[in-house]
């Protein structure tokens, strides 16, 4: 019998195998004594046998094998290198406990060698688990799971994530039952339609309180998530990458990292506990002290009208509301005057820009703003001279469908990486960039991990030259949001969505993994140029300012009461953005489904924020009180409106907050809850608390 157990003050995880076989996870759930015997715990674990079932149970294992008879997905599909499937049987080969687990079992009759690795983060509470296979001679893999694990009993349903262009985020609750849910997301990236985080909750499990169990796989090329439940009610979790995705025969596959984590305290447990590990742990900052900058971003002022004169005025307004920052976007390449063609055509228009990026750039830089700018790497027109140059660049058949007129390069050809390392190079060089919006359009013609290990590689040589360059992930908005690139960039495009109401509800959702610092959110044009709808300017100031704020409207089209809300707001968010770009993001569980609300909690707990959106009118007339939570019971906050400006007319009542700040008990705040005034949907109040 071989035992592991794997601690930290909020959770374990017990490893346990029989024999030589491979080892299964036995528990995992709050902190356990010390003194717990595991192998008592291990014997209790086994589950009972009656007619029609085998003599013996097969083990739900790291990796379930389908030679010892286990009924469900099997952990490793694989083939030898002339395509003959193997069966492969494991048996225990040899251990280490250095920073991490590693526990290494063989199959010295097909030559495989498969190394589970586990890792606890004591501060955050994630583990990050990870297989590796190694063969003596090549093979073809079909598909190779992270380290399986048990789902739990107790939990009626899962929440995973699906969602299109504009619409990120969407939660999903399917209920258990015998069979499986498997979700494989084909597309080559990480995609709208599929980012790869699963929660599972506990029976009564809210935003708050009771025990969730999440699951995140940092992988940008495509995954596969099952969630099988057995005909015996035992319930396993795989997660790899999409089937198939690797084209050649090799020595080595590895999966990415799943990260996962066990929370006493409800969804936010989980949240809170990816949000640190990402901003803390995966995450390299330029610099990891400095405010993050309020950003200016051109896309829907101009789109591809470039023209310096406009610009340097858009750029002067956008610094007066405050941006310090300026992005320029698609457009100021090749002869991209639309969609239709330029893309790796990577030098200055000249007819756009007669003198080159200098004069644009010197100008921002004299009202004290940065300069970024756009890239889409990994993409190609037909109508480029690249293209035209290296048709075989392109990845994909010639007859394949275009994605927004263009194709995929094919990343996997040093060639080519070499090719857009030097272009992307030479503007670093010879201007003073210090961002990069990095943007991916379409999906690929077909899955292939190459790629993205190719598109890993080409931000890895980048970074590694050009350290103090900050990245943004985008793709058509939250296209690659997934730890794996995010270990390589700072910031996410969450959507191209500028509608507040849309945004609300994707910023929302999108907590349950991500933090304010990675998390852009840009106060967009009047007229929604997505949706069609006006939003006030004041709820599309306070949503951005949710998060990584910016702007991406015309500034020439702001009156000045927008204007000076606009500066407000920002000034506000400047002014705490310290403690906001540490903080905790929680959902609060409102009481009205009208009202989607947050509770920002500095890391020190000496202060929070509040926002709670009205994404919809409420069924009762006047607001219920809002929950808050994670506060100290017996300490008194001072609690006050943040936008008591916004109080409208109709709203005619007394309510003490509508007239100053109150002081209140962290206990009442979170048992009673904190009545807000009424207001129009499609608003924001802001409620900052002050522990006294
Ligand atoms: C899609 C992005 O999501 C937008 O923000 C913008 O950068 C366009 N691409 C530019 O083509």
């Not at 991406?552 to 009461?561: F, I, S």
């Not at 569980?589 to 509040?610: K, Y």
Request: some cysteine; charged content about 20%; glycine content about 8%.
């Amino acid at each position: 019998m071989h035992h592991w157990r794997i601690d930290d003050a909020r959770q374990t995880l017990v490893l346990a195998a029989t024999g030589e076989r491979l080892p299964q996870v036995v528990y995992w759930g709050p902190a356990l004594p010390a003194q717990e015997n595991l192998a008592t715990l291990h014997a209790t674990h086994a589950i009972d046998v009656t007619g029609g079932m085998l003599d013996a149970n097969p083990d739900l294992s790291l990796c379930p094998e389908a030679t010892r008879s286990f009924p469900g997905q099997p952990g490793l599909i694989v083939r030898d290198g002339e395509g003959t499937p193997l069966l492969p049987k494991f048996c225990y080969d040899s251990e280490s406990n250095g920073n991490d687990l590693r526990l290494i079992y063989r199959d010295a009759a097909n030559g495989l060698t498969l190394t589970f690795i586990f890792a606890l983060d004591p501060d955050t509470h994630i583990i990050t688990a990870q297989t590796v296979l190694d063969a003596d001679a090549p093979v073809h893999l079909h598909w190779l799971a992270a380290p399986v694990l048990p789902a739990p009993q107790h939990s009626g349903e899962m929440i995973d994530f699906s969602g299109r262009w504009c619409g990120e985020f969407q939660t999903n609750r399917t209920a258990w039952s015998a069979g499986m849910r498997y979700r494989e997301n084909r597309t080559g990236r990480t995609g709208h339609e599929h980012f790869p985080g699963l929660i599972i909750p506990c029976t009564g499990a809210t935003n708050t309180q009771g025990e969730a169990y999440g699951f995140h796989y940092g992988w940008s090329g495509g995954h596969r998530m099952i969630a099988e439940e057995l005909q015996d009610g035992r319930r396993q979790i795989q997660w790899g990458h999409a089937a198939r995705m690797e084209t050649e025969a090799a020595t080595q596959f590895k999966t990415a990292p799943l990260y996962i984590t066990y929370s006493p305290s409800g969804l936010n447990g989980c949240a809170t506990a990816f949000q640190r590990h990402l901003r803390d742990r995966i995450i390299t900052w330029p610099k990891p002290d400095a405010p993050r900058p309020v950003h200016y971003n051109c896309w829907e002022a101009i789109y591809f009208d470039h023209n310096v004169p406009a610009l340097k005025d858009i750029a002067t307004r956008a610094a007066d509301l405050g941006a310090e920052r300026f992005v320029l976007d698609d457009g100021w390449f090749g002869q991209r005057d639309d969609d239709t063609r330029s893309l790796s055509d990577w030098t200055v228009d000249p007819r756009k820009y007669p003198d080159g990026l200098h004069p644009l750039i010197d100008h921002v830089h004299g009202l004290g703003m940065t300069f970024g700018i756009w890239f889409e790497p990994e993409m190609i027109n037909p109508d480029s001279d690249i293209h035209r140059a290296h048709p075989d660049w392109a990845l994909g058949g010639e007859d394949q469908t275009l994605g927004r007129q263009q194709k995929a390069l094919n990343m996997a050809l040093p060639a080519v990486r070499d090719f857009l390392y030097d272009r992307m190079s030479a503007i670093l060089r010879e201007h003073p960039i210090d961002y990069i919006k990095w943007d991916h359009n379409r999906v690929l013609p077909m899955p292939d991990a190459a790629q993205t290990r190719g598109s890993y590689a080409l931000i890895d040589r980048l970074r590694a030259d050009f350290p103090q360059v900050e990245i943004e992930s985008c793709a058509s908005g939250g296209g690659r949001v997934d730890f794996g690139i995010l270990q390589r960039t700072q910031r996410v495009w969450l959507s191209d969505s500028n509608d507040a109401l849309e945004r609300l509800r994707i910023q929302h959702n999108a907590a349950l993994f991500l933090p304010l610092s990675v998390t852009g959110s840009h106060v967009g044009p009047r007229y929604c140029h997505t949706s069609g709808r006006m939003h006030d300017i004041t709820f599309r100031a306070w949503v951005a300012a949710q998060r990584h704020m910016g702007f991406e409207m015309d500034p020439r089209e702001l009156t000045d009461k927008e204007a000076t809300v606009l500066r407000h707001v920002t000034a506000w968010w400047k002014a705490n953005r310290d403690w906001m770009q540490r903080a905790d993001i929680l959902r609060l569980d409102s009481a009205d489904p009208a009202v989607i609300a947050e509770q920002q909690l500095a890391a020190d707990g000496a202060r929070f924020v509040v926002f709670a959106g009205k994404a919809d009118t409420s069924a009762q007339i006047a607001p219920r009180p809002l929950r808050l939570t994670a506060l100290d019971p017996n300490a008194q906050y001072l609690i006050s409106l943040a936008n008591q400006q916004d109080i409208h007319h109709l709203s005619r009542g007394t309510p003490a907050l509508k007239s100053g700040p109150v002081t209140l008990t962290g206990r009442y705040l979170m048992a009673n809850g904190i009545t807000l005034p009424w207001s129009f949907p499609d608003r924001m109040w802001v409620l900052e608390g002050k522990k006294l």
